[in-house]
């Protein structure tokens, strides 16, 4: 037959006794970590979606041809020109 060990009346305990209560102080070590990674997973997120984002811009926006007023007025030759056909790269010349 098994007896139960006597229990003492939480009263009659010294307060030495008594497990402090976990403070904000026990628990920096893994909340340090833990935002520690977060922040890393954060800046690895910006790092890989900056250059995406900038790529996204360069595919999906339209560059065009831009001349300058002062380099055709200053050019020895203009050329315009027709594409006929991109295939076989022809084309045709409007005017010199």
Do not use: Y
Not at 19 to 26: C, R, Y
Request: hydrophobic residues 45%; contains cysteine; aromatic residues 2%.
């Amino acid at each position: 037959m098994r007896t139960k060990p006597p229990v003492a009346d939480k009263g009659s305990m010294p307060a030495d006794s008594i497990p402090p209560a976990q403070t904000v102080a026990d628990e920096a070590p893994h909340g340090s970590s833990f935002l520690a990674n977060r922040r890393r997973t954060t800046a690895a997120i910006i790092a890989l979606a900056w250059p995406a984002a900038l790529a996204v811009l360069v595919l999906t926006t339209a560059n065009p041809v831009t001349l300058n007023r002062r380099q055709v007025l200053q050019a020895d030759a203009v050329v315009s020109a027709r594409i006929v056909d991109s295939n076989a790269g022809a084309c045709r010349i409007g005017k010199q």
